[in-house]
Nanobody
Framework: VQLQASGGGSVQAGDSLRLSCAAS????????IGWFRQAPGKERKIVAA????????FYADSVKGRFTISRSNFKNALSLQMDGLKPEDTAVYFC???????????WGQGTQVTVSS
């Protein structure tokens, strides 16, 4: 499956952004999917994830209550609604898909999110 992320941009603290990730080459319903981010000079970390059925979600503590992950298996797409953005949310954001419990094995290109104070 190929993933294409979009929706990044430059915003002010407190603003909102919605990231999208479109999938092609395979049905997204077969994968658990998630969003990761990587800030300059730091390692890539998971932000949020959602199970195949969308019954289960995971959020990093740093984004709980501000970010919402959702998926549409019908549209073969994934979204990340980001509200109350903070400067520390500045990073390149990646969407990824996991075909098994062994980890995320398909990655989209990143989209830059920059939050200024």
């Amino acid at each position: 499956v190929q993933l294409q992320a979009s929706g990044g941009g430059s915003v002010q603290a407190g603003d909102s952004l919605r990231l999208s990730c479109a999938a092609s080459g395979g049905p997204l319903r077969d994968y658990a999917i998630g969003w990761f981010r990587q800030a300059p000079g730091k390692e890539r970390k998971i932000v949020a994830a959602i199970s195949r059925s969308a019954r289960n979600t995971f959020y990093a503590d740093s984004v709980k209550g501000r970010f919402t992950i959702s998926r549409s298996n019908f549209k073969n797409a994934l979204s990340l609604q980001m509200d109350g953005l903070k400067p520390e949310d500045t990073a390149v954001y990646f969407c990824a898909a996991a075909s098994s419990d062994k980890g995320f094995d398909y990655w989209g290109q990143g989209t830059q999110v920059t939050v200024s104070s």
